[in-house]
């Protein structure tokens, strides 16, 4: 590289008034963000919001299981009305996973002790 090329680089001598105008408000911005940035602290204890995170959690998960219950008690019951038992077996595997997702917070606990 040339050193004309260098210096047209490094002083930004191609650019336009309205490019360096822009490039001069970005750099500040980014400067004003890093030295205005504070930490935040959350209120209160931090183990009534981990525990407050988890109840959610587990209530979205209890949702989805109990919308798999009822997905495979339909699939049961499609399946009695067909006679078909491949889907008599998928409808009770789903009935049986869709009660272990409900129940997983009181299963992990009583693993856990």
């Known amino acids: 590289m040339n050193n004309k090329k260098k210096n047209e680089l490094i002083n930004l001598t191609g650019a ?17 963000f890093v030295i205005g940035a504070c930490t935040a602290y959350a209120d209160g204890d931090p183990i009534t919001t ?10 979205l998960i209890r ?3 109990l919308i798999l219950l009822g997905l495979g008690i339909m699939q049961v019951g499609l399946s ?17 996973g869709g ?15």
């Open 16 to 32: 336009t008034g309205t490019m360096k105008l822009a490039l001069i408000i970005y750099i500040t911005a980014v400067i004003a």
């Open 50 to 59: 981990v525990n407050n995170l988890s109840n959610f959690i587990f209530s």
């Open 63 to 65: 949702a989805i299981g």
């Open 80 to 96: 009695l009305k067909s006679h078909d038992p491949s889907q008599r077996a998928n409808g009770f595997l789903t009935v049986a």
């Open 99 to 113: 009660i272990i997702i409900v129940f997983t917070k009181e299963i992990l606990n009583m693993i856990v002790g």
